[in-house]
């Protein structure tokens, strides 16, 4: 598992993503719940066979593409799992904009009425 230290700097990464539009609350507390700040994180299978990649676990069923750059954010999956978050967050953006906090079920779960510190408290 990754240490607080990385946790940090992955924090920090997150905090600064002036392209990801929505508020420093999904970012932090979604992506937490999602991926505990693991940008190498795959999750899955899924139920329908599709796998979850990278901070925000952005599935590869729509969004990103197992062979290469493809799916409606044109970006290979592998590149969800790396260590450079710009790109991540510009796929994440679109999701947003389409769906909203609903995609994903670490802020339905998690985040949704909760304060950041709440969100945040058992991780750092
Ligand atoms: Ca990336």
Not at 6 to 11: G, I, T
Not at 20 to 27: A, E, V, W
Not at 78 to 83: K, Y
Not at 94 to 102: A, H, P, T, V
Request: glycine share 8%; hydrophobic share 30%.
């Amino acid at each position: 598992m990754f240490s607080i230290s990385h946790k940090y700097v992955v924090f920090k990464e997150i905090s600064k993503k002036s392209q990801f539009t929505c508020s420093p609350f999904l970012r932090v507390c979604l992506t937490l719940h999602e991926s505990s700040w693991n940008t190498q994180a795959r999750g899955g299978p899924n139920s329908d066979g599709s796998y979850d990649n990278g901070l925000f676990q952005i599935n590869d069923r729509y969004w990103c593409g197992e062979s290469g750059a493809a799916g409606d954010c044109n970006i290979a999956c592998s590149a969800l799992r790396d260590d450079s978050i710009s790109d991540d967050c510009q796929c994440a953006s679109l999701i947003y904009s389409r769906m909203g906090f609903n995609a994903w079920y670490g802020w339905i779960n998690y985040c949704e009425g909760q304060s950041i510190s709440d969100a945040v408290s058992h991780c750092l």
